[in-house]
């Protein structure tokens, strides 16, 4: 079934950094990871994407982590960079990246290898519903004012 009013987008991003994880008190080994991020997000239909806008944006969320012991940058110098940690901590401000650019977070899903994933979805929140909701009637109103405009000729 066609979507009139809203497209879905998938960016991938990768993450070169090291970490180390701490089982029973024990630090374990530092190793390096190459971590992919995979973002689907949801923009109106009738929105130009400049992906290149997205693409910057979260590239540059993602620099201070690049090439770096994750451990050693807050927040994951107080919480364990483990996937899952991860993946929470860059949720809520990739979200509002994504938003101040005009789309919406449908979810995020960080990889350390090929076969296992975490995934955070946006689609049951509260938020994620009223944002929904405001980004639906602004696009039927623009839909409307187009029909309104073309009666009128």
């Known amino acids: 079934m066609s979507n009139q009013i809203f497209r879905e987008y998938r960016f991938k991003f990768y993450l070169n950094a090291l970490h180390f994880v701490v089982f029973n008190g024990q630090k374990g080994q530092e190793h390096p990871h190459t971590w992919e991020i995979t973002i689907d997000i949801l923009i109106n239909k009738r929105t130009f994407m400049e992906f290149r806008k997205f693409e910057e944006r ?12 994750m451990n050693d940058i807050p927040p994951f110098d107080i919480i364990i960079p483990t996937l899952e940690n ?11 990246i994504i938003h101040d650019l005009g789309a919406r ?8 290898t090929p076969t296992r994933g975490y995934i955070v979805d946006f689609t049951d929140s509260d938020e994620y519903m009223n944002d929904i909701n405001d980004f639906s009637k602004t696009a039927v109103m623009e839909i409307m004012d187009l029909v309104i405009d073309e009666c009128l000729r």
């Open 58 to 69: 979260i590239e540059a969320f993602l620099e201070p982590y690049q090439d770096k012991l």
């Open 86 to 96: 991860i993946v929470d901590q860059f949720a809520n401000p990739l979200s509002e």
């Open 105 to 112: 977070l449908v979810r995020i899903e960080g990889k350390e």
